[in-house]
């Protein structure tokens, strides 16, 4: 589920705390969380809605006028949802790259799971590669960074997110660089 940055500024402010989306299927689920640029929205309901039962009110709990909220969705195939969304909390990962104090025994999960990365790539190993990549190349755009290894962007970035997950990397525009984790990681390698 996309939002747009003011959107998501009128969700954290507390003006809006309903969205309208039409899906062949949702892409999120009651009681789960989205990840945005603010921090983890959760999602407190997804419902299948008719359009004759969108409210003045709902309309304006998503930031806009009737109107223009049906016009939007009559012009989208798929079922109509009413997404209810609670507050935003700090993303996790944000804490987990800025510890950079690894004990052996963090040093030695993190080795396991880079270890389990290489292991299921169809590839091989790339996963100490890519670390030292973007050290040496902080802020250089994925597409250059993807040209340079062979591979296709969306499969460099995919793998950069399963990086940033662990917490040792962080994301820029453009490009990204090791998190104070991410270079803790390395040094202990």
Do not use: C
Not at 59 to 82: I, W
Not at 116 to 144: C, I, K, Y
């Amino acid at each position: 589920m996309l939002l747009r940055k003011a959107t998501l500024d009128r969700i954290v402010d507390g003006d809006v705390d309903l969205a309208f989306r039409r899906w062949k299927r949702p892409t999120v689920r009651s009681g789960g969380t989205l990840r945005t640029a603010a921090g983890m929205l959760t999602i407190e309901s997804v419902e299948v809605v008719d359009l004759d039962a969108i409210t003045p009110e709902d309309a304006r709990r998503a930031g806009l006028e009737l109107e223009d909220l049906l016009d939007f969705l009559s012009s989208r195939p798929g079922d109509v949802y009413k997404v209810a969304f609670g507050g935003v909390v700090a993303d996790p990962r944000v804490a987990l790259r800025e510890d950079d104090s690894l004990s052996e025994d963090d040093v030695s999960e993190l080795n396991s799971r880079l270890d389990r990365l290489d292991r299921v790539s169809g590839r091989g190993p790339w996963t100490r590669e890519f670390l030292r990549l973007l050290d040496e190349n902080p802020h250089v755009r994925a597409q250059d960074l993807a040209e340079g290894l062979g591979l296709e962007k969306p499969v460099f970035k995919n793998d950069v997110r399963k990086l940033k997950e662990l917490g040792l990397t962080i994301s820029h525009s453009p490009g990204y660089e090791l998190s104070p984790r991410g270079r803790a990681l390395l040094a202990a390698l």
